[in-house]
């Protein structure tokens, strides 16, 4: 049998990344081939750890190879991952890879326990993960991680304190709760609250990070004027509920996102609370606000829509206690779970069809 790394390099160059539409050798996916007698190994390195496809690329894979030299070859294939980027030369985290802004139109959607959830979900699935909460006024993510009361170490760096994040469940975090007492009020102008999240940004050693998502407060304000104006940011998700008042604000959100002047991608919506969804009976839904609304919102807007995430108690209950939803087997878990994938996949189709990020310049 004539196994040469060009015949295997023209086989795989008939399997497609689903994704990105291009064959897996132009896209220089396929590393270290390797060939001993009827034997030939090789590495998939795929733009995320998350990658739902990634069992389905594997079988093309053995496909294309079994079609070209039989089914009598014996084929060692391992799939890896180097997480794609668009922030090239960035001065500010260069070792950050995407940015993503968590954002919603209106408060009590979830929008925090949806960016909890997510991070760990990406961090369980292998991806290097940073949470930075920068909802000023109204800190949850202390609460959410159970890490209430701890305070992140600082060390001098070039005369410059720094501050190291506290890291949960695999996901590095900062927030403003670790650094004021849990029982105070944090009544800051809006200057002083941007100058809080650019020194979240600038002042903290956040390392190699695949994703660093950054909950916003609800609404649109100086926070996310200064976030886009500090840092080149990959991309906006947009958190919602079904209601009506609740699509409206999210419309507002989404429609600040993709200003002419701002022009940051949105990366998909989320619907939470989408539908309620008994403990004892997971294959039951009860639609009590409303159906679908995330996805006809995605679709007005022609973005992504990245799913649906259930009203359950336990995601109530894990977000009291500390540990997130994601941790625990069932119908949340798996669904915060197929949105983290989701999300995943729209990061590297943007990051490959798209121009990179850049920071954001407002004229007065």
């Known amino acids: 049998m004539n196994l040469t790394r060009e015949r295997v390099l023209k086989a795989l160059s008939t399997v497609d990344d689903p994704d990105l539409k291009r064959d897996l050798v132009t896209l220089n996916m396929i590393k270290d081939i390797a060939i001993d007698g009827n034997s030939i190994s090789f590495k998939v390195v795929l733009t995320t750890p998350a990658c739902p496809l990634k069992e389905l690329i594997k079988s093309n894979c053995i496909g294309a190879l079994e079609k070209e030299f039989g089914?009598?070859?014996?084929?060692?294939?391992?799939?890896?991952?180097?997480?794609?980027?668009?922030?090239?030369?960035?001065?500010?985290?260069?070792?950050?890879?995407?940015?993503?802004?968590?954002?919603?139109?209106?408060?009590?959607?979830?929008?925090?326990?949806?960016?909890?959830?997510?991070?760990?979900?990406?961090?369980?699935?292998?991806?290097?993960?940073?949470?930075?909460?920068?909802?000023?006024?109204?800190?949850?993510?202390?609460g959410m991680f159970n890490v209430e009361g701890e305070q992140p170490a600082v060390k001098q760096e070039e005369g410059k304190n720094i501050i190291i994040p506290i890291e949960q469940y695999g996901v590095k975090l900062m927030s403003i709760g670790f650094l004021t007492p849990a029982d105070s009020a944090v009544v800051w102008r809006g200057p002083m609250a941007s100058s809080a999240l650019r020194q979240f940004i600038t002042d903290v050693e956040w390392g190699e990070l695949d994703y660093l998502l950054i909950d916003l407060p609800p609404g649109t304000s100086d926070i996310h004027l200064t976030m886009v104006q500090t840092i080149p940011v990959t991309g906006a998700v947009i958190i919602t509920t079904p209601q009506k008042v609740a699509l409206a604000d999210a419309t507002r959100g989404l429609s600040m996102f993709k200003q002419p002047q701002i022009n940051v991608p949105i990366l998909g919506v989320v619907e939470n609370m989408a539908y309620f969804t008994p403990d004892e009976l997971p294959e039951n839904k009860y639609y009590l606000f409303g159906k679908e609304g995330g996805r006809k919102l995605s679709e007005k807007f022609s973005v992504p829509f990245l799913g649906e995430i259930p009203i359950v108690q336990s995601i109530r209950e894990s977000g009291d206690t500390g540990y997130p939803a994601v941790m625990a087997e069932g119908v949340t878990a798996l669904a915060f779970g197929n949105v983290a994938e989701a999300l995943a996949r729209q990061v590297a189709i943007r990051n490959a069809e798209r121009e990179k990020t850049a920071v954001v310049q407002m004229k007065a």
């Open 71 to 142: 089914d009598d070859i014996e084929l060692d294939i391992f799939m890896t991952s180097n997480v794609s980027t668009a922030r090239q030369d960035a001065q500010l985290l260069p070792q950050v890879k995407n940015i993503i802004a968590i954002a919603s139109g209106k408060g009590g959607v979830g929008k925090s326990t949806c960016a909890s959830n997510l991070a760990v979900s990406l961090a369980r699935k292998g991806a290097k993960v940073g949470l930075i909460d920068a909802d000023i006024s109204g800190p949850s993510i202390p």
